[in-house]
C-alpha cells in the first residue's frame, strides 16, 4: 500500500461515519492528517469515534443540504485549524423508478443532498483555501452522472451537476495552489446499495466488464493520490474508477 503524507493536514470528510467516507477517513488518520467526519447520524458518529480513539479525529453533525448548517461548522473548524482537505461524499440515492412516477419532494431532496450538499461544502469552504492558496477538494460523484442510470433520474441528475460543478470550480481556481476533482465509482458493496431495489442492483452489476463490484479500498487510494500534494496538476478533471464500464 502507497503511503501518503497527510502530516500538518486537516480533512473535512462528509458522509464520513460509514462506507467510501469511513474508510477515507481512517486512511487519512493513518497518514497523519487531522480528520473532521460530517453526518447527520448523530449515534453513528459517537460510535465510530468511539471505536477508533484517535485524538486526531472529530466528528460534526452537519446537513450538508443546508448551507447555514454547513456554514457554521466550518467557521468552528477554520477557528481553530485550516480546512486542508475537502472530500465530499454524503450522497443519497433514494428510491428507483421512472421520472414521471417519481415523488417531486423526494426528487428534490436527492438533487439537495447530492448537488446542492457539494455545493454548500465547497463555497462555504473555498474561501479559507484561497486564503492559504492551498487546498485539495474531491468530490464523490458517480457513473450514473455520466451515463444516466434508468430509474434513477434525480440521482443520475444531482451527481452530473456535481460533475458540472467539479469542472467549473477548477477552472475558477486553476492559477492557485487548489485542485479539485471528481471521481465516478461503479457500484460498491456499501449501505447505498441498500436504497436500491435487488433488480437495479443486478442491472448495475451486470454493465461492469470485470464483473464484480469496486472494492472500498480501491476507491479510497485513488482519493487519497488526488488530496495529496502529490496531485500537483490535475485539476477540473473525473477519474473514472468504474471497472471498465464508461466509454468517456
Not at 49 to 67: M, T, W
Not at 141 to 156: H, I, P
Not at 210 to 234: D, Q, Y
Request: net charge positive.
Amino acid at each position: 500500500m502507497h503511503k501518503f503524507d497527510f502530516k500538518n493536514r486537516t480533512a473535512v470528510v462528509t458522509g464520513g461515519a460509514q462506507g467510501f467516507g469511513l474508510d477515507i477517513a481512517k486512511r487519512f488518520l493513518v497518514s497523519g492528517a487531522k480528520v473532521f467526519i460530517w453526518d447527520i447520524d448523530e449515534q453513528l458518529l459517537k460510535s465510530v469515534v468511539d471505536e477508533i480513539k484517535n485524538p486526531n479525529l472529530e466528528f460534526n453533525v452537519v446537513d450538508v443540504a443546508n448551507y447555514k448548517d454547513v456554514e457554521k461548522n466550518v467557521s468552528q473548524i477554520i477557528a481553530k485549524t485550516s480546512i486542508d482537505i475537502l472530500i465530499n461524499n454524503a450522497g443519497l440515492t433514494g428510491p428507483t423508478g421512472p421520472l414521471w412516477e417519481y415523488d417531486v419532494e423526494t426528487w428534490n431532496k436527492i438533487v439537495q443532498v447530492n448537488l446542492m450538499g457539494t455545493f454548500n461544502c465547497c463555497r462555504a469552504v473555498v474561501p479559507n483555501m484561497i486564503k492559504l492558496n492551498y487546498g485539495r477538494i474531491v468530490n464523490i460523484t458517480s457513473v450514473a452522472g455520466k451515463d444516466g442510470n434508468a430509474n434513477a433520474s434525480a440521482y443520475s441528475s444531482g451527481k452530473a451537476g456535481a460533475i458540472g460543478l467539479t469542472k467549473s470550480l477548477g477552472k475558477e481556481l486553476a492559477d492557485k495552489n487548489i485542485a479539485v476533482n471528481a471521481v465516478t465509482p461503479a457500484g460498491a458493496k456499501t449501505r447505498i446499495l441498500d436504497q436500491m431495489s435487488k433488480e437495479h442492483v443486478q442491472r448495475m452489476l451486470s454493465k461492469v466488464p470485470r464483473g464484480r463490484f469496486l472494492e472500498i479500498h480501491e476507491l479510497t487510494s485513488l482519493i487519497c493520490w488526488l488530496s495529496s500534494e502529490e496531485n500537483s496538476f490535475s485539476t477540473a478533471a473525473v477519474f473514472d474508477i468504474s471497472g471498465g464500464r464508461s466509454t468517456y
